[in-house]
Structure formats: C-alpha cells, structure tokens
C-alpha cells in the first residue's frame, strides 16, 4: 500500500471544490505512474479539513472519504477523479446541509491511497486433498489454466 499526501499550501483556499481542481493533475499523474508500474491497483482518496463551531471556537478534524476504486491499465485516470470528486462534494454537501453549524476552518490536504490488486492471480492451482471422499469433486487440470 502506498499513501501519498498532496499538503495544502494556501490557508486561505477554504473551498473544497477549488481545492480539488488545484489537486487533480497531481491525483491524475499518481494514478497513471502507479497503474503503469502495477497494471491494477485500488484506490481511494479523502479529503482532511479542519472545521470551526463560530459560536464556541471550537475546532474538530473532519475526513471526506470516497470509496476503493478499481482500476486497469485501460482505465481513464481522469474520468475516475471526476468519481472521486463527486463523491467527495456530495460527502461533503451532505455534511453542511445537516445544519450542525461548523464552518470550514482550513483544507489541511488530501490523501491518496494506492493499493495493489491482483485480480484472478492465481487461478490454477491443483491442490491434492490429503483424504478420499466421493462427496468432494477435485479437479486436476493438465493445460495450467
């Protein structure tokens, strides 16, 4: 697993639609060389704010997080951010609207997340079972597919 973290610089970008744009060439580039040199991988990416109560000053981290995304060397690294992205402000969106009152303080930065997946990658595999049974079907295939 690889976790790449893309800082935010600019305390005052408080608007995670602008921070997103500011981020997706870096996002787009980290999943092309990842898929280049893995050829599948699963990834995620979340979002880390600071949030402020107005009334009380108080301060509470808060994440955004999209879901594991599965992608092949075929994949449009540019059309899954724009998955990522949606999932992000409706994440976000969704937390506002709650009417709890918290603002956002400061972007912190995003984390991406790169896993290595193997789909199917081993499937022929002869294993001898170590007893007899007529109830079991144990397949020995000779052409190693």
């Known amino acids: 697993m690889r976790t790449f973290f893309i800082k935010n610089n600019d305390?005052?970008?408080l608007?995670?639609?602008?921070?997103?744009?500011?981020?997706?060439?870096?996002?787009?580039k980290i999943l092309e060389d990842?898929?280049?040199e893995l050829e599948s991988i699963?990834?995620?990416?979340?979002?880390?704010?600071?949030?402020i109560l107005p009334k009380e000053g108080e301060l509470q981290g808060?994440?955004?997080?999209t879901r594991n995304e599965t992608l092949y060397r075929a994949h449009n690294c540019t059309a899954v951010f724009k998955t990522f992205e949606s999932s992000i402000k409706k994440e976000?969106?969704?937390?506002?609207?709650?009417?709890s009152g918290w603002s956002i303080n400061k972007i912190l930065g995003t984390e991406?997340?790169?896993?290595?997946?193997?789909?199917l990658s081993s499937g022929s595999s002869y294993i001898k079972l170590p007893f007899?049974?007529?109830f079991i079907v144990n397949v020995q295939n000779k052409d190693a597919r």
Do not use: M, W
């Open 62 to 65: 808060v994440s955004f997080k």
């Open 11 to 13: 305390p005052t970008l």
């Open 34 to 36: 990842s898929l280049s």
């Open 132 to 134: 007899r049974c007529s």
């Open 112 to 119: 991406l997340r790169v896993n290595k997946f193997n789909a």
């Open 42 to 51: 699963k990834s995620n990416l979340i979002v880390h704010i600071e949030c």
């Open 15 to 28: 608007d995670i639609n602008q921070h997103l744009f500011k981020i997706k060439f870096s996002v787009v």
């Open 92 to 99: 976000s969106a969704d937390f506002y609207l709650k009417g």
